[in-house]
């Protein structure tokens, strides 16, 4: 394929968007019909593009249900990219349940795919009400949840702008997501450093978010909490912000070294 194949090009875009619909169903996976409703695209070319899939080991389909869903190559794909790259999770891991025990409520860690955020992982706090608006593997529209929110503040005006014209359309499967109240939202998470959602995922909870960047100072992740509205009252925000930028410092320290050092970094940090 060449860049002046757009036909090719525009396959690829295709092949794509159908990988992002199934990983945004999970385990459950997703009828044909359901991809074509989603996707926007016929039926004929749904099929064409799930069986050249198949056939590549990055989409399975279940023999009962006939359900499709991503394939073990995904993971084989992701493991190679692992060994080049540091493992967020495992890195994040101890700063994220240290951040959850500290504030009593749950802590998440988000990266972005293309216009979606997506949860990769998650700890809880000892507050017995939890506020899970998110599960690990889950993807979201950018902007629905503080993470999000955060990750559009710190982009480029034309990029941001992009991003508010690209999830236009999947923002309406959120009511209390509205893209006024979202940019609203970032603009607020410009000037303070820092994102704030409320109830622009459910009802009654609230979340605050800062972004991580990586050793080149680019964005990595977002590192967030979520809790029931009574605990995220605006007396405690500065200390949770406090916590959720003491935390993101000790990550980028971390992300800063190579992957030799990252342990015995740990260890200095706790000692």
């Avoid at 394929?1 to 875009?13: E, H, L, N, W, Y």
Wanted: aromatic content about 4%; hydrophobic content about 40%.
């Amino acid at each position: 394929m060449t860049r002046s194949d757009p036909s090719g090009a525009q396959t690829v875009d295709r092949a794509v968007a159908i990988l992002r619909l199934l990983a945004s169903a999970g385990e459950s996976g997703l009828r044909l019909i359901d991809l074509q409703h989603a996707s926007g695209l016929s039926k004929p070319t749904v099929h064409r593009l799930l069986s050249s899939l198949l056939q590549h080991g990055l989409v399975e389909q279940d023999p009962g249900t006939r359900r499709y869903r991503l394939g073990m190559e995904m993971a084989v794909l992701g493991w190679s990219v692992s060994g080049a790259r540091p493992d967020l999770r495992q890195l994040c891991g101890p700063d994220m349940q240290a951040l959850a025990d500290e504030t009593g409520d749950t802590a998440f860690l988000a990266v972005r795919s293309g216009y979606d955020t997506v949860c990769i992982e998650r700890k809880m706090g000892p507050y017995p009400i939890k506020a899970f608006t998110v599960d690990v593997g889950t993807r979201r529209p950018l902007g629905v949840g503080a993470g999000g929110i955060i990750m559009i503040a710190a982009m480029p005006e034309d990029e941001a702008e992009l991003v508010f014209e690209s999830i236009r359309e999947p923002l309406r499967a959120y009511p209390n997501v509205s893209e006024a109240a979202l940019r609203d939202a970032v603009a607020r998470a410009r000037t303070d450093g820092y994102a704030f959602s409320d109830g622009l995922v459910m009802t009654g909870v609230r979340g605050l978010a800062v972004l991580v960047r990586d050793a080149r100072g680019q964005p990595a992740a977002a590192l967030s909490l979520s809790a029931v509205q009574d605990r995220i009252r605006p007396e405690r925000v500065p200390a949770l912000v406090k916590a959720l930028e003491e935390r993101k410092k000790r990550i980028e320290r971390s992300l800063a070294l190579p992957p030799a050092r990252t342990a015995t970094l740990r260890l200095e940090l706790d000692s």
